[in-house]
Each structure stands twice: as C-alpha cells, then as structure tokens.
C-alpha cells in the first residue's frame, strides 16, 4: 500500500499489507493526469494516458515520445511526474455502445448500458445497470 506519511506504515504493516512511502499522492498524480489531458488535447500523440500506482507517475504511451515530452514540458507539466513510453497503439472502440443495450455477464447475469458519454475527446466507462436473470 502506498502512502505519502511514513507514520502510516506500522498500520498498514498491522494490517498484514506491505508499505511503501511515495512522493506523490492519488490525487496528485490525478491533477497531474488532467495537466497531461489538457497539453495533449489538441496533439496527436499520446492518446493513452494513465496513472501507474507502482511507478508513481503518469504514464503516456506516444509513437512520438520527443515530440510529446516536448509538448509536457512546454505546458509546465513536471517531467519528473511523467514517464512517455514508445508505443504505436492508438485506441479504438471495439463496438457501439448505445443507453439500454444488453449485455451478458456469464450464463447468470444480464445487464444493460445505462448510458454512454464522451468526456472531452475521450470515452467515459458505461455505467452498467446489473438485473439478475433468475
């Protein structure tokens, strides 16, 4: 378990988890994710963004890695918070999501989309409605 305060590890250890103090907090690194978001909205590298927990840091994947530490940089985004990795991968939706379309979970659940939204540029996770199919 991560933590910002190294007096919170004789609890985490208490609790039976292994503890490692780091520099920055969730929160943190999610501010630092809309910093990221904001520099590489209009850019067309970059298009996979996330919070690496392990690392501490923002992880960008780009198949332009200087070109996008270039626009980090000159958007006052710490590259020390920032770790670009190579990476030729560019997301796509692999269906249509539509508010109301079913969906299965195994043989025993059937759930629907509640809606889909886009949030920016980018997709937000479905909200799923979960209904019991006994």
């Known amino acids: 378990m991560a933590t910002t ?3 919170d ?3 985490v250890l208490a609790a039976g988890a292994r503890g490692e103090v780091v520099n920055r907090s969730l929160a943190e690194l ?3 994710v809309e910093q990221v978001d904001a520099a590489l909205s209009t850019h067309p590298n970059g298009r996979v963004r996330y919070v690496d927990v392990k690392t501490n840091k923002v992880v960008i994947l780009s198949d332009v890695p200087s070109a996008t530490r270039d626009v980090i940089e ?3 985004v710490n590259p020390v918070t920032v770790r670009v990795v190579p990476s030729d991968e560019h997301p796509r939706p692999l269906s249509d999501l539509q ?3 079913p969906y299965y979970v195994g043989v025993t659940s059937r759930c ?3 809606f889909s939204v886009l949030r920016g540029t980018r997709t937000a996770s479905p909200i799923p409605r979960a209904r019991s199919r006994r």
Do not use: K, R
Request: hydrophobic share 40%.
């Open 5 to 7: 305060d190294s007096a």
């Open 9 to 11: 590890i004789p609890q």
């Open 30 to 32: 999610d501010t630092i």
């Open 74 to 76: 000159a958007a006052g």
């Open 99 to 101: 508010g109301g379309a």
């Open 112 to 114: 629907s989309v509640g």
